[in-house]
């Protein structure tokens, strides 16, 4: 069983930064791949980011392509995920997922799911 625990989240005024991490209680982190999805309230989750178990492939959604940084660790059973100029409309829970295999950006591929981290970007 794989276990995944976001942090990182909080509350950012309009243009800030935060950076969210996510680490993984399982040996062989480096051959999973990872995504990180946001639900805001009323809204379905939606894909922001994924990367590959090598970290050479990167695939984002269009609205965070450019401020958005997807990263990972596999010494340290980690992903990251830097947010920069952050709008109001990132204000999401964020969870962190993942799976063995090739990357995808589609949620119900995903086997595992952490429990969320929120973020609030204020204007």
């Known amino acids: 069983q794989v276990q995944l625990v976001e942090s990182g989240g909080g509350l950012v005024q309009a243009g800030g930064s935060l950076r969210l991490s996510c680490t993984a209680s399982?040996?062989?982190?480096?051959?999973?791949?990872m995504g990180w999805f946001r639900q805001a309230p009323g809204k379905e989750r939606e894909f922001v980011a994924a990367?590959?178990?090598?970290?050479?492939?990167?695939y984002y959604a269009d609205s965070v392509n450019g401020r958005f940084t997807i990263s990972r660790a596999n010494a340290n059973n980690t992903v990251y995920l830097q947010m920069n100029s952050l709008k109001p409309e990132d204000t999401a829970l964020y969870f962190c997922?993942?799976?063995?295999?090739?990357?995808?950006?589609?949620?119900?591929?995903?086997?595992?799911w952490g429990q969320g981290t929120q973020v609030t970007v204020s204007s």
């Open positions: 997922a993942g799976r063995s295999g090739a990357v995808s950006t589609t949620a119900r591929e995903y086997d595992y």
């Open positions: 990367i590959s178990w090598t970290g050479g492939t990167r």
């Open positions: 399982v040996r062989t982190f480096s051959s999973y791949a």
